[in-house]
């Protein structure tokens, strides 16, 4: 379990202090993909370099496991960080170093025997998929698959642990899927504990179980995420939760309800969903604002649609959207 | 007439000293060079390291007031003409070496010059690493050595091969230079005969040599840059 508890984070510059984090209280449970998202600037990255203490906190306590990671000695540190480790949006890999080695790195640093450090990267790069990639050299890879490399590589010390800073936001929507993928089958495997780090709303829809919605250091809203998601209270979750352009508060009728639709890769046929559904179900959806985006023949984003009509037809409606593969829905209450 | 010129006296006695002083003369350059360098490097590297790892704190914690007497004392040396140089520390020349003429002699006022010098070269290649590596490094629980000797040295390691074989060039010209005060080799014989005793062709044979010697290091040190390179693709 972490622990975060009051914490704050101030960096002096010649600009004056910036309060990257103002008192941020948060438990993530073991277990959890935790996702943690908010807009540039809000103080993501530093949140999450407090809590392996690559950023020391200005005050305030992380606890993991009830070691306060504050109070540790330098040494006792580095062998914490063997339990929590980290990949990043830009990599990191030693560029000077083929995928093996790259993989073998924690390792080393831990001191285990060489033979058995090759072993488990070795076990380690097959199941991320990159078995035939060994020797390679980093500057030799995709971007995804440098990204699995790093993820092989985090994962060489047995973590309890995953820190994920904007992870897929150097990938294209395709490789995120992967990536993302691969991350929610290493934690239903391993059972590790994942924060996800992210400024996307579907990264968290698709893998995150919890997340806290992180604005301008402060939190905003946390809980499940369907919770949030189905019915974002602050304005920083609004923001996130709805298409650009889409006001909660205008456009929605006395007797309209509405629901969101999101893509996750639907595979968009030629078949136009929503006049269908008018024909299916002799249900006429509103559109109320969309965001969305194709991607070879795969649409992602979400779309919010209004239905007039009771109960029974939104449940209608939205039983209809969601059975679609690829496809979830989330009533908006207003 | 062209004819009559290389059968002249003096490209005679030319070419009699290419025959007897040179293969001796070209020896004695190389191994000074070589041998400042990889002084110079023993030196200069651990301090270029010093002054890159010790910034702020980042990775060793080195107090500001060392790094300042550090830099100060780099950029004194730095400072000073070679050959000035060359003549303050004949004392400490004597007491190392013994005398103050000859090559080996050549060796202490070339060191004392070129280590600043490969300090600064080895700071800049430690700074042209990406910072984001050596986070990655502490984020997985490195100590402050493991840091230096594991991520620092190897992932610059094209880069500093590169600017070590500036430092030997460098080195190569200040050791032809050490000729005037002294110093054997190619520089030696460059000035008795070009300067002292007017034998021009001698000095241009010397100079070409020299710039032989230049062409031959940075040909090698650019090869083994690229070559130890991983990230460039293609290989
Ligand atoms: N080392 C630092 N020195 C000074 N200010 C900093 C430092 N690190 C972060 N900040 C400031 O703290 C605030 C939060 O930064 P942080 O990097 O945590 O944001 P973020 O949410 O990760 O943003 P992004 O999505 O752009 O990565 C910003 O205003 C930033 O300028
Ligand atoms: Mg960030």
Not at chain 1, 320 to 330: D, F, K, W
Request: aromatic share 6%; charged share 20%.
């Amino acid at each position: 379990m972490i622990e975060i508890q009051n914490l704050t984070k101030t960096f002096q510059t010649s600009g004056g202090t910036v309060e990257a984090l103002k008192g941020i209280s948060l438990t993530v449970e073991d277990g959890d993909i935790f996702g943690i998202i908010g807009m540039s600037g809000a103080g993501k990255s530093t949140l999450v370099r407090c809590i392996n203490m690559l950023e020391r906190p200005t005050s305030g306590n992380i606890i993991i496991d009830g070691k306060d990671m504050g109070k540790l000695s330098n040494k006792e540190l580095r062998e914490e960080r063997r339990n929590i480790t980290m990949i990043f949006q830009g990599f990191n890999l030693l560029m000077q170093r083929n995928c093996l080695k790259n993989v073998c790195f924690p390792l080393e640093l831990a001191g285990v025997k060489k033979s058995e450090a090759v072993k488990r990267a070795t076990e380690l790069l097959n199941i991320v998929g990159l078995g035939d990639k060994l020797s390679s050299y980093p500057a030799q890879l995709s971007g995804g698959q440098q990204q699995r490399v790093a993820i092989a590589r985090a994962l060489a010390t047995h973590p309890k642990i995953l820190l994920c800073d904007e992870a897929t936001s150097a990938l294209d929507p395709q490789t995120t899927q992967s990536i993302l993928s691969l991350i929610r089958e290493i934690h239903d495997k391993l059972g590790i504990t994942v924060i996800v780090i992210t400024h996307q709303m579907s990264v968290v829809e698709q893998i995150c179980t919890k997340v806290a919605i992180l604005d301008k250091g402060n939190i905003a809203e946390v809980g499940q995420v369907s919770d949030v998601f189905a019915a974002p209270k602050s304005d920083a979750a609004k923001r996130l939760v709805y298409p650009e352009g889409y006001e909660s508060s205008v456009s929605i009728q006395e007797d309209e309800k509405v629901f969101r639709v999101v893509f996750n890769g639907a595979m968009t046929t030629n078949k136009p969903m929503i006049a269908q559904m008018a024909i299916d179900l002799n249900i006429a959806a509103n559109i109320k604002a969309a965001s969305t985006q194709c991607i070879g023949d795969k649409a992602f984003g979400n779309m919010i649609l209004g239905i007039s009509g009771g109960e029974e037809e939104l449940k209608k409606a939205m039983e209809y959207m969601g059975n679609m593969p690829n496809i979830h829905v989330e009533e908006i209450v207003k | 007439m062209i004819a009559d010129y290389f059968a002249s006296d003096t490209v005679q006695t030319a070419l009699d000293i290419l025959k007897t002083q040179f293969p001796i003369a070209i020896w004695e350059t190389v191994y000074v060079t070589i041998l400042s360098t990889a002084f110079s490097i023993i030196i200069g590297l651990p301090l270029g390291v010093l002054i890159v790892a010790g910034e702020d704190g980042k990775i060793l914690k080195i107090p500001k007031a060392v790094l300042s007497v550090l830099n100060v004392i780099i950029n004194l040396l730095r400072s000073v003409p070679f050959l000035i140089l060359m003549i303050m520390v004949f004392p400490l020349t004597r007491l190392i070496v013994g005398t103050v003429v000859g090559t080996p002699a050549s060796v202490v006022p070339l060191v004392i010059a070129a280590f600043p010098f490969v300090a600064r070269l080895v700071e800049s290649s430690l700074r042209e690493l990406n910072p984001n590596i050596i986070e990655m490094a502490q984020s997985m629980g490195s100590s402050p050595f493991q840091i230096i000797a594991k991520v620092m040295i190897p992932e610059s390691m094209p880069s500093l091969i590169s600017n070590m074989t500036i430092a030997l060039t460098t080195i190569l010209g200040y050791s032809a230079m050490s000729g005037i005060l002294g110093g054997g080799g190619l520089g030696k014989i460059a000035i008795n005969y070009g300067y002292y005793r007017y034998q021009y062709l001698v000095m241009i044979f010397a100079v070409v040599f020299l710039i032989v010697l230049v062409q031959l290091f940075q040909s090698l040190g650019t090869y083994l840059a690229t070559r130890t390179d991983k990230r460039l693709k293609n290989r």
